[in-house]
């Protein structure tokens, strides 16, 4: 079944005018014509079932049916990430999404490599990601802003698992074990690491976790697709739901 995010309100009998590239993929990619079903997503009202109500050369337009899923949000689990080149950080966005971030944050550290950053382009990655998914709800995207002023703004509660490959750190899962399970964040370095006066920031922090990824050397989007799958089978949504549940 077709998944499509939207930003119209979701109602039994809405009509829904899907923009150029939308009915493109709808009526010329996958053949879809008037009457056949898909599923639509906002963010905000769950998901629906919809029914393509007009197809031609004007676009497509859908007309809501029936609530499928209630909306719910994932863990409130954040990806601070340092900006490394456009391809990598591509392929962070997409799999941060499919592994359930709520936000990936974006920040620049004293060792970042600063690439031209296009929010668009990443939020139509995480659209993508979270289309094929089955996720109802979509990360939020932010802009890059210095590490310094991320930490001095730190939100009280969240725990941070910092990713600390100067070989002094627990590996994760023992890093994590018997944590909580949120609200957290993963924050993942720059390619040339993080500077000693960073490090020694990140440290003096109650919040944070420090936790070792192994003994190699990992890129930035390998560490991060790394860390938020331990993060997920330890804190997440992953595990098993408690026999009260």
């Not at 939207?6 to 899907?18: E, I, N, Q, S, Y």
């Not at 939308?22 to 898909?38: C, E, F, H, K, N």
């Not at 979270?130 to 995207?141: F, K, V, W």
Request: contains cysteine; neutral net charge.
């Amino acid at each position: 079944m077709i998944r499509l995010f939207v930003t119209h309100d979701l109602a039994p009998g809405a009509r829904l005018g899907l923009n150029p590239d939308q009915s493109r993929y709808v009526i010329t990619v996958m053949r879809r014509a008037s009457g056949d079903p898909l599923l639509v997503f906002n963010g905000r009202d769950g998901e629906w079932r919809a029914v393509v109500a007009e197809s031609g050369k004007r676009g497509a337009v859908l007309q809501v049916e029936a609530r499928t899923k209630p909306q719910t949000l994932g863990p409130d689990l954040d990806l601070v990430v340092a900006t490394v080149k456009r391809a990598r950080l591509e392929t962070i966005v997409e799999k941060a999404c499919e592994l359930g971030a709520r936000r990936v944050r974006l920040v620049i550290t004293e060792r970042t490599n600063p690439d031209h950053i296009r929010l668009p382009r990443l939020n139509a990655i995480a659209v993508e990601a979270a289309e094929q998914t089955g996720r109802i709800d979509l990360p939020e995207i932010t802009e890059p802003a210095r590490l310094g002023a991320v930490l001095d703004a730190w939100e009280p509660g969240r725990r941070l698992l910092f990713c600390d490959e100067a070989g002094d750190a627990p590996p994760v899962l023992e890093a994590l074990r018997g944590q909580p399970a949120g609200p957290w964040t993963v924050l993942i370095g720059p390619e040339g690491g993080f500077s000693p006066a960073e490090r020694e920031r990140l440290r003096s922090l109650e919040a944070a976790v420090p936790a070792t990824l192994g003994p190699r050397i990992l890129r930035a989007d390998t560490a991060a697709i790394s860390a938020l799958t331990l993060w997920q089978s330890v804190c997440g949504d992953w595990r098993e739901p408690a026999a009260s549940d």
